[in-house]
């Protein structure tokens, strides 16, 4: 590659130092309290078991613990290094349906380089939720398990997606469900992950953790704030439509407002014992909330979009349902009659997979659609 250059070969294998391999030729790195060369070395106490004895001296009485909460539908010998939420969130980190949400839509289908999307979202519910988490202290890696694998579930185009895979499936489909039930399967999470992935939604019932009901919270608090920096940005909104109690309260910029909400959820959990939130600020919230709908998901050019999403996932899983064995999944494992429950099933998991690209190249390609049908991105 033109202007790229390896190094040298010692900087590619590394460095040499007291019969020991490191980074740098430099390197003066000593973990503390650890022994310099000739000294005697001291066990390292800072694997899976002291990390869960300390959970048991740190945490609040309410908080879940590692130790007892690593309930998998498949048993599994625990880590060496990692609590069971450790090893969660790593999974999640590591798993396709976690990188898919890249491809998937926030508020703007097709984002420009600056807004956000379904994956830059679950990093802000996981940072909003940890920062509450440690303030309460609650388990963080539970927490951001849950925050990160918290919209694993979503479709492509949104919410819209919804919409349009619900009348496929008899019990409906609910991303928040199908997150935990259907798309991080594979990775064989603990209970109280898939828990909180499941009822992360407000109209779902309460989380079993209180882990779980901070991500309920944290997830509220950062699409509420950032869809409305996304929408300032595009131009979509002008700042004097945002309601003046809800400036006067959290101020005018997203950083001031996620301050404000994120204080308020800490200093009224850690009063009052349970997780929650003043009346005044949760006031702020919903207003900003409505805010957001009136002129955002509400605007018309938003609901083209959806109605132009509904039409199109409809259209793919019609497809695939009645030609299961085109799903490579299927064709892998054996195969489905065209038309069987089993294949309109599979046709909605394949469907709900689908990046918003992917599903539009679909469309052309497979449905052979006129491109002018397709959703286009939301313009001021």
């Not at 882990?211 to 996304?230: K, Q, T």
């Amino acid at each position: 590659m033109a202007g790229f250059s390896p190094g040298t070969e010692g900087d590619a294998a590394g460095h040499d130092a007291d019969g020991l391999r490191v980074a740098h030729a430099d390197s003066a790195a000593w973990l503390g309290g650890r022994a310099h060369p000739g000294e005697p070395a001291d066990p390292v106490p800072f694997g899976r078991a002291w990390r869960e004895e300390d959970e048991a001296r740190t945490l609040v009485p309410d908080a879940t613990r590692a130790v007892g909460s690593g309930e998998r539908a498949r048993p599994e010998e625990p880590d060496d290094w990692r609590t069971c939420f450790e090893r969660d969130r790593d999974r999640i980190l590591h798993s396709a349906a976690f990188r898919r949400l890249a491809g998937k839509t926030q508020v703007f289908i097709f984002p420009d380089d600056h807004s956000r999307t379904r994956l830059t979202h679950a990093l802000e519910v996981a940072q909003v939720a940890t920062s509450v988490a440690r303030a309460c202290g609650l388990n963080v890696a539970l927490t951001e398990a849950i925050a990160l694998g918290h919209d694993c579930g979503h479709g492509p185009g949104g919410h819209a997606s919804e919409d349009a895979l619900a009348p496929f499936l008899d019990e409906g489909f609910d991303h928040a469900r199908w997150g935990a039930e259907v798309s991080l399967v594979p990775l064989n999470l603990c209970a109280p992950v898939l828990d909180g992935i499941a009822n992360h939604s407000w109209s779902r019932p309460a989380p079993a953790t209180c882990e779980g009901e901070v991500v309920s919270w944290a997830d509220r608090i950062a699409y509420v704030c950032h869809d409305w920096e996304d929408a300032l940005a595009t131009g979509i909104v002008s700042a004097d439509l945002l309601d003046p109690i809800v400036a006067s309260r959290c101020g005018s910029r997203r950083s001031e407002q996620l301050g404000a909400f994120i204080g308020a959820l800490v200093r009224t959990t850690t009063a009052s014992g349970r997780v929650a939130m003043d009346a005044e600020m949760a006031d702020a919230l919903a207003r900003f909330r409505a805010v957001n709908y009136e002129h955002i998901y509400l605007r018309q050019a938003s609901v083209a979009q959806a109605e132009a999403v509904v039409s199109l996932l409809r259209a793919l899983v019609e497809h695939y349902a009645d030609r299961p064995n085109a799903i490579p999944s299927v064709r892998a494992a054996g195969g489905l009659s065209g038309g069987s429950s089993e294949a309109t099933r599979a046709a909605v998991g394949y469907v709900a997979g689908m990046t918003d690209r992917f599903a539009c190249r679909q469309a052309l390609s497979v449905l052979g659609w006129d491109p002018a049908k397709l959703p286009k991105a939301v313009e001021a």
